[in-house]
């Protein structure tokens, strides 16, 4: 099975700030990774996709880079909305979340 | 639009069985795999399987292999979850979630609101 750690496992920090969340794969997924964003008591919502590709209607702050087994989720301009956990998940060999990212107001 | 609606909440003793439904609207219910995801009270998601509901076809992660079944009903657009041999440790949220389209693998876009499955003597 394809493991995937996220770093960290909790984010603190203030509205404007630019913010960077990691997501390593135990062995390479090429660029089949996504996204997403869950608040409280709410579904997942997909963010990103293949990595790096935006899903409809998600704003532009929100960008994703890598491939092979080392892929970021980065923040620009982190906004009052955007405090929720994050999860990375790879579809190369099946489904598999990491553990997600906490990201709470400093 | 785009809707995956779930049952209701559900309170089960240990070993009992328990099966959730997914209503699908919006689209072309045998056009898209739908699959099921989990979550315990306060942790990460966990994916469990997904269903073919054109042809009926399942895939499950070891984990559940022996204890989960898929299966649909096309007349309703309804895609069910069983999981039987109920533990405590399989309290949590239930997600159905419809993946992104049938070109190989690919992610979720759509989720249901979850059906929360509480296991208790």
């Known amino acids: 099975d394809i493991q995937m750690t996220q770093s960290p496992s909790t984010l603190s920090a203030s509205v404007g700030d630019r913010v960077t969340i990691t997501c390593r794969a135990s062995q390479s997924i090429g660029s089949w990774l996504a996204w997403y964003q869950q608040k409280p008591g709410q579904a997942p919502k997909l963010l990103i996709y293949k990595a790096s590709s935006l899903e409809s209607g998600v704003p532009s702050r929100f960008s994703g880079s890598g491939s092979g087994t080392e892929f970021t989720l980065t923040i620009n301009s982190l906004q009052p909305d955007d405090f929720a956990t994050f999860y990375c998940q790879q579809y190369n060999t099946y489904w598999t979340f990491g553990q997600g990212t906490k990201v709470e107001i400093k | 639009q785009v809707q995956l609606v779930q049952s209701g909440a559900e309170v089960k003793k240990p070993g009992a069985s328990v099966k959730v439904s997914c209503k699908a609207s919006?689209?072309?219910?045998?056009?898209?795999?739908i699959h099921w995801v989990r979550q315990a009270p306060g942790q990460g998601l966990e994916w469990m399987g997904r269903?073919?509901?054109?042809?009926?076809?399942?895939n499950h992660t070891q984990r559940f292999q022996a204890r989960v079944t898929m299966t649909r009903d096309t007349s309703i657009t309804t895609a069910y979850m069983e999981l039987s041999r109920l533990r405590s440790d399989d309290t949590a949220l239930y997600y159905c979630?419809?993946?992104?389209?049938?070109?190989?693998?690919?992610?979720?876009?759509?989720w249901g609101q979850g059906t929360l499955v509480t296991v208790s003597s």
């Open positions: 919006g689209y072309t219910f045998s056009g898209y795999y």
């Open positions: 979630a419809r993946e992104f389209s049938f070109r190989g693998n690919q992610p979720f876009d759509y």
């Open positions: 269903m073919n509901p054109n042809t009926g076809g399942t």
